[in-house]
């Protein structure tokens, strides 16, 4: 069985560097084709994908995004890190990680979201 | 970078009404494309991939259709369970965008 869990602060101030970390548990992402995504839900508004990390360490990341958007990961302790620098009030967002099929782009399962709040 | 619609934004339905909404990508995506369900304060969740495919475990009234531009997700008789919102993502190409989404509500 596949879980995600996605934890961090949940308050940042603007300008400092949100990170959120997904844990996960019931796959390995040194396992050819894997990946987890990023994605986020500013409140009561549509979901943002926000970034790919796979197996091989290779990253895609949302254009409007991405000079600020970072993923690492860290197979052994099975766990990816998001970090996005110099947060402002409009990432303040409910935060997801999904584990990508090994072979397809869809994401099955996601985390249960963690909302972070980006203000003074 | 792929771009995707989503329309109705919002529909009102009763509990047995067929149910139908539509995604369109601004390019082709062949047969790329994924719907998820997102409830009130809770995950989303994998419907359907490869704009047809029910994932395991997901009612036989939920089925989903189309290819290249256009795809369409349909409920054959709407249950309370499935008052919720509803996107389409496409997975032809990073970034995998999402659509703005359909929130289905009770009439």
């Known amino acids: 069985q596949i879980t995600l869990k996605e934890s961090g602060p949940t308050l940042v101030k603007p300008t400092q560097t949100l990170s959120v970390t997904c844990t996960f548990s019931g796959f390995s992402l040194s396992t050819s084709g894997v990946g987890v995504g990023w994605i986020r839900q500013p409140p009561g508004k549509a979901l943002e994908w926000l970034g790919i990390i796979y197996w091989d360490d290779d990253k895609h990341y949302s254009p409007s995004l991405k000079n600020r958007l970072r993923l690492t990961k860290d197979t052994s302790k099975s766990q990816v890190v998001l970090t996005l620098t110099n947060a402002d009030p409009v990432d303040t967002a409910t935060y997801y990680c999904?584990?990508?099929?090994?072979?397809?782009?869809?994401?099955?399962?996601w985390g249960p979201g963690t909302l972070v709040t980006v203000s003074s | 970078d792929i771009q995707m619609t989503q329309s109705p934004s919002s529909l009102s339905a009763s509990v047995g009404d067929r149910v139908t909404m539509t995604c369109r990508a601004s390019q082709s995506i062949s047969n790329y494309l994924n719907w998820y369900q997102q409830k009130p304060g809770k995950a989303p969740k994998l419907l359907i991939h490869a704009a047809s495919i029910l994932q395991g475990g997901v009612p036989s009234r939920f089925s989903g259709s189309g290819s290249g531009t256009d795809f369409t997700l349909t409920i054959s008789s709407l249950q309370a369970e499935d008052f919720a919102s509803y996107y389409c993502?496409?997975?032809?190409?990073?970034?995998?965008?999402f659509g703005p989404g359909t929130k289905v509500d009770i009439k």
């Open positions: 999904a584990h990508k099929h090994w072979n397809f782009n869809w994401f099955d399962p």
């Open positions: 993502q496409q997975s032809d190409s990073a970034p995998f965008t």
